[in-house]
């Protein structure tokens, strides 16, 4: 087949003009509507933060930002739907910590880690290790020895197997040297109804939901699951004062794409995340809702979702744990 110069030059400018246009896509992005994923139902601290941080997002780059909700699977769902989506930057997954555990918990999955690619992580729950005022116990060593007294040790309730809280009591049982069971709820309603009741020992559980029992003196703190006292409740000391040094854990969220999205968006879309997190109206909305801001670069991401995925991995094979 013989190519005419005509016929070259005419493909030679079909493609360079599809590159510019490419290249001006990543350019104006966004140029119309974008989708916040969430892998929680409405009205949790998932949601209520990503909606906060979509209006910023819609009211700084003039193009509406708007949130779906796709629960169910222990957030897996959603992860499979943003890492088969177009790598465009007009679908963004709202990405949460059972991310980094699902592979261990669940075995193979739908979708691979490479498929997702960090943006930038936004927000961290602290985990709040609560007692009822009228248990037996009143201080953390009191509650080791009081599972140690029983043949079947402690019972925790917690939001579901393989949550941060069910995670974070099975370290605190190894680390402690005592028997423990995980009883999940549906919900921290259901789990405050049987802590009240006595029919369960402890949770651990982000601070709002539980801080007007806390205020009423129905609960009592014993302390936080954090590296350091967190700025929400700084009088509850953290486990590794008391003696547990391992037993770090918390609620996290942050913002993946696709792999395939151009640099060019990731930079921005990057950029954007890490400015409304420095604003300080941002900050305090999150605040009251129980978040504390722990805003850091792509990178940053992926490192503290490979050390997350590590360390829980290890704990749930050495725990025999599995999801359900």
């Known amino acids: 087949m013989t190519i005419t110069r005509r016929a070259l030059l005419g493909a030679v400018a079909v493609g360079v003009s599809a590159s510019s246009f490419s290249a001006y896509a990543e350019d104006v992005w966004p140029s119309r509507m974008v989708r916040l994923i969430s892998p929680y139902g409405p009205g949790g601290s998932n949601d209520i933060s990503l909606r906060l941080l ?40 709202y990405v949460a910590a059972p991310y980094a555990t699902a592979e261990a918990l669940f075995g193979k999955l739908t979708y691979e ?43 925790f309730a917690s939001p579901g197997a393989g949550s941060q809280p069910h995670l974070a009591g099975e370290l605190l049982f190894r680390d402690a040297g ?70 770090v854990a918390a609620g996290w969220y942050g913002f993946m794409v696709p792999s395939t999205t151009p640099r060019a968006v990731v930079d921005k879309l990057q950029a954007e995340v890490l400015r409304a997190l420095a604003e300080p109206a941002i900050k305090d909305k999150l605040t009251a809702q129980g978040l504390e801001v722990r805003a850091g670069t792509a990178a940053e991401f992926g490192q503290f979702i490979d050390a997350e995925t590590q360390k829980w991995a290890r704990l749930i094979r050495e725990a025999g744990l599995k999801g359900e």
Not at 124 to 137: E, K, V
Not at 144 to 152: F, M
Not at 216 to 238: D, I
Request: aromatic letters at 8%; glycine letters at 8%; a neutral charge.
């Open 54 to 93: 979509a209006e910023e997002f819609s009211r700084s780059l003039r193009q509406q930002f708007i949130v779906e909700n796709k629960p169910g699977a222990g957030t897996r769902i959603a992860n499979d739907m943003v890492a088969h989506a177009p790598g465009d930057g007009y679908t963004i997954l």
């Open 113 to 155: 880690r490479g498929d997702l690619q960090p943006i930038a992580i936004a927000v961290i729950a602290p985990l709040f290790l609560i007692i009822s005022a009228d248990a037996p116990f009143k201080t953390l060593p009191d509650l080791i020895a009081y599972g140690k007294s029983k043949p079947d040790g402690l019972t």
């Open 178 to 247: 005592v028997k423990g069971l995980n009883i999940p709820f549906r919900g921290d309603a259901a789990s405050y109804t049987e802590l009240l009741a006595g029919r369960v020992d402890a949770t651990l559980t982000a601070l709002p939901t539980a801080l007007p029992y806390i205020q009423s003196g129905k609960f009592t703190v014993l302390g936080v699951a954090s590296a350091e006292r967190s700025a929400l409740y700084p009088q509850a000391p953290t486990l590794r004062e008391q003696g547990f040094p391992n037993v």
